[in-house]
């Protein structure tokens, strides 16, 4: 045990858990970086032009249980790649998941 660190008693455990129960949950923000987002696409891929493949598309409401989540689909501008997630997070997962298990880029990663 760290010195001057005790663990929670079972009635501030059971304080804690009511606590929550009546909090208010705020929706996640929808506001993100587009720059950030892109520029995170474009090192990966070393300034490539396949960058442009990629289209990135943030909604809060995608999460699942507080979840970060992702979608991928071909369904937007024809020869793109449609990146759909929950939070800034998820598209670097996305964009990895993409590289190592659609495009076979694990080298890249």
């Given at each position: 045990?760290?010195?001057?660190?005790?663990?929670?008693?079972?009635?501030?455990?059971?304080?804690?858990?009511?606590?929550?129960?009546?909090?208010?949950?705020r929706?996640?923000?929808?506001v993100?970086s587009?720059?950030?987002?892109s520029?995170?696409?474009?090192?990966?891929l070393?300034?490539?032009p396949?960058?442009?493949?990629?289209?990135?598309?943030?909604?809060?409401?995608?999460?699942?249980?507080?979840?970060?989540?992702?979608?991928?689909?071909?369904?937007s501008?024809p020869g793109?790649?449609?990146i759909?997630?929950?939070?800034n997070?998820?598209?670097?997962?996305?964009?990895?998941?993409?590289?190592?298990?659609?495009?076979?880029?694990?080298d890249?990663?």
């Amino acid at each position: 045990m760290i010195q001057g660190v005790r663990p929670f008693t079972q009635k501030e455990l059971k304080q804690k858990s009511n606590a929550n129960k009546n909090s208010i949950h705020r929706p996640k923000s929808t506001v993100s970086s587009s720059k950030s987002n892109s520029d995170l696409i474009s090192q990966a891929l070393d300034g490539a032009p396949a960058t442009n493949f990629f289209q990135v598309s943030i909604k809060a409401e995608l999460a699942i249980n507080d979840k970060d989540v992702f979608e991928l689909s071909n369904e937007s501008t024809p020869g793109t790649i449609l990146i759909s997630t929950s939070t800034n997070v998820a598209v670097a997962w996305a964009f990895s998941y993409h590289l190592k298990y659609i495009a076979n880029s694990s080298d890249i990663i």
